[in-house]
């Protein structure tokens, strides 16, 4: 089982756009719309972000978007705020033998 | 409001084992499928195992699997971790989460930490 492939960091300004990439294969993020994204405050549990590669929440604001191509998921938030500043996660379905894999992690930092 | 509480976390020596439970409210337990994902220190997620609403249909990770025993009591509303085994690399904050049919965690406990040290 191996992880999915997210950059390591990303950053932006206040008001500005981010986009984080979530690279899998056909057998997880490509074969499936099963994409999932989360949000991680330092020395919090996780908090659903993004389902189903482009559905939000209840709660969660309309800045955050998502979207796949092929084998590679994004997530986009729009108009970046201070409280945004975390670590993001993707995961994926991908079949009984690797039902739920994440990826690797990205650290957002609002400059 | 739902609420998953994780208890059972602490030191154990390298081999030996562990079992966590965790406590759910504010939703229908018996509906639910769950699952265990784990944190290393300053490390990612990852997913250890899932269980469906009736423990029929259990996956584990390939790096838990025939260590670890996902169970749960719906009578109890509880989800349990049994950990046989262990080594250092276990060492993380272990969380239970509810599962959607979407294949997604929705909702997530606080986690409790298992120190894996001599």
């Known amino acids: 089982q191996s992880a999915l492939t997210q950059p390591p960091s990303a950053s932006g300004s206040p008001g500005q756009s981010v986009t984080i990439s979530c690279t899998g294969t056909s057998s997880d993020v490509g074969g499936y719309n099963y994409v999932s994204w989360y949000q991680q405050h330092p020395g919090k549990a996780p908090k659903l972000m993004i389902y189903?590669?482009?559905k939000r929440p209840s709660g969660v604001p309309d800045r955050f978007s998502g979207s796949k191509s092929g084998n590679t998921a994004s997530l986009t938030v729009s108009g970046l705020q201070a409280e945004d500043e975390a670590d993001y996660y993707c995961s994926s379905y991908g079949g009984s033998n690797n039902w739920g894999v994440f990826g690797t992690g990205t650290k957002v930092t609002v400059l | 409001e739902v609420h998953l509480l994780e208890s059972g976390g602490g030191l154990v020596q390298p081999g030996g084992s562990l079992r966590l439970s965790c406590a759910a409210s504010g939703f229908t337990f018996s509906s639910n499928s769950m699952a265990w994902v784990r944190q290393a220190p300053g490390k990612g997620l990852e997913w250890v195992s899932s269980i469906s609403s009736t423990g029929a249909y259990i996956y584990y990770a390939g790096s838990v699997k025939g260590r670890f025993t996902i169970s749960r009591d719906n009578s109890k509303n509880t989800l349990f971790l049994q950990m046989n085994s262990l080594g250092a690399d276990d060492t993380a904050v272990y969380y239970c989460?509810?599962?959607?049919?979407?294949?997604?965690?929705?909702?997530w406990g606080q986690g409790a930490l298992v120190t894996v040290s001599s």
């Open positions: 189903e590669v482009s």
């Open positions: 989460a509810t599962i959607h049919s979407g294949y997604y965690f929705d909702f």
